[in-house]
Nanobody, 125 residues
Framework: QVQLVESGGGSVQAGGSLRLACAASGNIYRTFCMGWFRQAPGKEREGVAA???????RYADSVKGRFTISKDNAKNTLYLQMNSLKPEDTAIYYC???????????????????WGQGTQVTVSS
């Protein structure tokens, strides 16, 4: 089992920055591949970024160049640095763990087995 707890959400004006954190505990072998997802009201949950233990990353086209995923292995904590935020980035952001070897699934909800409870990010214009 893996427990995931997100933090760092909040409200910010367009153009601003936020850094989300996801503290993982439990079976660390299931946290070698992790990702961030988001879900806006009335929309499906979508993949934002993912990272594996080799440092390979994947990003959604909508956040490339603005968001950076990283991980502190000593703390077993995943981060999402979000810069140049836009109103369309407003959503609940979820951390996920235990993605598989096929990186084509890393931005898919079906690619993960463990989820955090989410943290709200609101970007005003």
């Amino acid at each position: 089992q893996v427990q995931l707890v997100e933090s760092g959400g909040g409200s910010v004006q367009a153009g601003g920055s936020l850094r989300l954190a996801c503290a993982a505990s439990g079976n660390i072998y299931r946290t070698f591949c992790m990702g961030w997802f988001r879900q806006a009201p009335g929309k499906e949950r979508e993949g934002v970024a993912a990272l594996d233990s080799a440092g390979t990353t994947r990003y959604a086209d909508s956040v490339k160049g603005r968001f950076t995923i990283s991980k502190d292995n000593a703390k077993n904590t995943l981060y999402l640095q979000m810069n140049s935020l836009k109103p369309e980035d407003t959503a609940i952001y979820y951390c996920a763990a235990d993605c598989g070897l096929d990186d084509r699934s890393w931005l898919l909800v079906s690619g993960y087995n463990y989820w955090g409870q989410g943290t709200q990010v609101t970007v005003s214009s």
